[in-house]
């Protein structure tokens, strides 16, 4: 019955690639090149005598054949990982996906410090693109995430709220001299977006009034915020940053608020992992730490908008006209 049996490193590549739906995502999670994840998937289909995946354009979609196998495989990883976790013990490190721009914004120097000043709490970072957060903490090696959201994370998932998302426009350092933002030169400008979808525009804008006075037909697009935000940094635009991702930039001046009021968007980044962990004390561990490395941003002297707020709080009219 062994010898019957694909290579578990076959059945692995196809699990997360069914997952995430892409050859590349799975190549990432995995330390694997592409062109590896897809002889992998070949092997199996040779060896089942059928397809698994099939393309309809650019989208990569499973089969029946290969929607069952993958909720199968999902469980049975789900079993191994559980069955090998004790027998780590309680030095090993704790594994953490976080989305790439918090990473590389925040959450690296949080992480830095916190070897510093608590080398025993070892975590072991996997920093992941996601167009929208999410973690499937059964199915994924993680034992905690943090995820942009609303809070609402499924069945059986606990979550720690970190900071909220407030989104500002952006630009880079201008001279005291410089006209002051109205809104002809918003009208104007050279718009970056952090997303294809280009919503976080479209929300800031719609919360000032402005949504049918400045074209978001235009522009540059990004695949991340961070991208958006060194661009943005670098002068090619106004983009939209997370303030808390960019509340240092500010104190150091390297980069400037056109419009100084920031919307919240009514999500925000959460610590999540599986209610009754295994790996709670080194969770609750990372979690105090991380609440303490928050930025305070109400010293920035910015006005603020609640989820739906109509009207700014803090740029008066007459300068956005």
């Known amino acids: 019955m062994v010898e019957s049996l694909p290579p578990l490193y076959a059945l692995r590549a196809f699990e997360v690639a069914a997952r995430s739906s892409s050859f590349t995502r799975a190549a990432q999670e995995l330390s694997l090149t592409q062109s590896a994840i897809s002889r992998h998937i070949r092997t199996l289909e040779s060896q089942f005598g059928c397809r698994l995946f099939e393309r309809h354009g650019p989208r990569l979609v499973l089969t029946d054949v290969g929607q069952r196998l993958a909720r199968e ?3 049975g990883f789900r079993i191994i990982e559980d069955a090998c976790l004790p027998l780590r013990g309680g030095s090993g490190q704790l594994r953490l996906k976080a989305p790439s721009t918090l990473t590389m914004r925040w959450l690296l120097r949080a992480l830095e410090r916190l070897k510093q000043q608590q080398p025993e709490l070892a975590v072991q970072l996997a920093s992941v693109w996601m167009d929208f957060d999410h973690v499937d903490l059964h199915a994924e090696p993680y034992d905690c995430a943090i995820l942009l959201g609303d ?3 499924g069945t059986g998932v606990e979550a720690c709220k970190l900071f909220d998302e407030w989104l500002i426009p952006i630009g880079p350092p201008e001279a005291e001299q410089v006209q002051p933002w109205t809104l002809e030169r918003l009208k104007g400008a050279a718009l970056i977006h952090p997303s294809a979808d ?8 719609q919360a ?19 991208q958006a935000i060194s661009a943005a940094m670098r002068g090619h635009g106004l983009s939209i940053a997370d303030l808390h991702l960019v509340a240092e930039d500010i104190r150091q001046g390297q ?7 920031a919307l919240a968007s009514g999500d925000g980044y959460y610590l999540v992992w599986l209610r009754g962990s295994p790996r709670q004390p080194q969770i609750d561990g990372l979690r105090a730490f991380l609440l303490e490395q928050v930025v305070r941003i109400d010293d920035l002297g910015l006005g603020f908008m609640g989820p739906g707020a109509a009207k700014p709080a803090a740029i008066g009219q007459e300068r956005m006209r």
């Not at 280009?198 to 804008?205: N, P, S, T, V």
């Not at 074209?215 to 990004?222: A, Q, Y």
């Not at 980069?255 to 009021?261: C, G, Y």
């Open 198 to 205: 280009r919503r976080d525009w479209r929300r800031w804008l």
């Open 255 to 261: 980069v400037s608020l056109p419009f100084p009021t």
């Open 208 to 226: 000032q009034g402005l949504q049918e006075q400045v074209r978001l037909d235009r522009g540059t697009v990004f695949d991340t915020l961070d």
């Open 73 to 75: 495989l999902k469980a």
């Open 151 to 153: 809070g609402h994370f």
